[in-house]
């Protein structure tokens, strides 16, 4: 399995990573999964290719030298993983920003030194003793770009943002805490006593779900299936359980949070997926997210009507550097499902398409890029297609871009949105493969460690780490042993 996995990724031109630490039974594990797109299928494959021991301290260095370790048994460098993702802990955060560009850091320093015209001088001893040990150190550790997990991000924004805002808010503080306790109250009953579980079968078809406390997304499907029942149910329910019953005002407070909450659960969803899901989805999302967020605000009662701006900007903040950042708009671009449909500004499409063409120039392609006069059109254009096809005149900076570069840019506009169209467009094609390579969350490896606690069971808890990161890997890569590839 290992030398099929190894052979695969080898032939890959860009693929990317994600990383997390697991521990349970006292026990550390590092897992990382690589992620590319197919450049025949143009279809999301995976694998894993660790899921370690870590031993000792989870120090930043710790992670970076194992990360580094993981990428080199595999062939991984900085320039084939165009990014790994993570979630937002400080350690992974510190590893990634202080191994990551140590060598672009050595020659901005020494452009410095030469503009300020002075005359730099060598230790002859450190070139013959081979320098310390620690600028060895970081000089053999260069870990790839990071990008930050978007559903760990959400999450964060839901229970930290959100959480505290509810919560401190006059006007939504005491309902708040008073409707979320006797949720609370409600969820522990049902889930503790079979008494309570009869009742809750005589009242309702449907059982009420228990949320977990890492998952915010748990908490609001949780919130959503009370709500589903009316108001006389649930105080019927409180009543035989021997619980406060729910007011008005509280159930009213439930309601509007779920309805301004939904967005934020949908596109957690997606964030989250993998098949389907590339890098390129996060910009479109967190716009549509903002979008409707921002639409909730009309009907709101005061106990919630400034919670929709509160929302938008914590997105706006926690994705500061990732809102319009060049990766993530070629990234969305490349995609035909979306390329500029998403964009309402005229002056923000220009941007994104000079982006594009401009990234179209810096590329050589096996074969040469030829007109695309036979690129399939359209069906039928309907208003919505209309508005979306209408594009102006390219920036005058686009005039002296090579016919072939700007023939594909406009011709890859104008076909239709679907994965396959690529294939005719060299240029675009090989820029999705590259930026849209990192998946938009980490959780891949979180399922990686979803199988490692179906392995690392109480009764097998003495498995030894080889052997249980070789029948995890087994399990993820069940395909490569058969002979294929894991979708």
Known sequence: MEIELKKTIDEQQFV?????????????????????????????????????????????????????????????????????????????????????????????????????????????????????????????????????????????????????????????????????????????????????????????????????????????????????????????????????????????????????????????????????????????????????????QNGLSQMTTGLPEIIVGAIKTRFATTIDSKEALLATVSLPKFKLRWVKEETRRDHIKYLLTTECRSLTVEEPATPMIDAPQPAAVTSREDDFFSFDEQPNAMADAPMSVETEVTSYFNSDPVMESLHQFPRIKKIALRYNAPTPSSAPVERLFSLGSLVLTPKRNRLGDGRFQHLILMRFNRYFSQGGIME
């Open 16 to 296: 990317s990573t994600t990383a997390d630490i697991w521990t349970a039974y006292n026990k550390s594990f590092l897992g990382v999964t690589v992620h590319w797109i197919d450049s025949e299928t143009l279809q999301r494959k995976k694998a894993a290719i660790a899921c370690r021991r870590f031993r000792g301290r989870h120090t930043y260095d710790a992670i970076a030298s194992e990360l580094e370790d993981i990428f080199s048994q595999y062939g991984l460098t900085a320039e084939k993983v165009t990014a790994c993702v993570t979630d937002n802990g400080s350690n992974f955060i510190k590893a990634f920003k202080e191994y990551q560009q140590v060598e672009s850091e050595e020659d901005e320093e020494k452009e410095v030194e030469e503009d300020d015209g002075e005359v730099a001088f060598t230790d002859l001893h450190s070139v013959l003793t081979g320098g310390n040990d620690e600028d060895a150190q970081q000089g053999l550790c260069v870990l790839p770009a990071h990008y930050r997990c978007a559903a760990h991000t959400l999450n964060l924004i839901a229970n930290n943002e959100i959480g505290k805002w509810l919560a401190s808010n006059p006007e939504s503080r005491a309902v708040y805490r008073s409707s979320t306790a006797k949720c609370s109250a409600l969820w522990t009953k049902a889930s503790r006593s079979t008494v309570a579980s009869e009742c809750l079968e005589k009242i309702s078809e449907r059982k009420l779900i228990v949320p977990s406390v890492t998952r915010w997304n748990s908490f609001y499907d949780a919130y959503v299936r009370i709500v589903e029942m009316p108001l006389t149910d649930i105080n019927n329910l409180c009543t035989q359980l021997q619980i406060k019953c729910m007011n008005d005002r509280e159930y009213q407070f439930l309601k509007e949070y779920c309805a301004i909450m939904k967005p934020f659960s949908v596109a957690l969803d997606i964030l989250q997926g993998e098949e389907t899901c590339f890098y390129g989805t996060l910009q479109p999302t967190l716009e549509v997210l903002m979008a409707k967020t921002l639409a909730m």
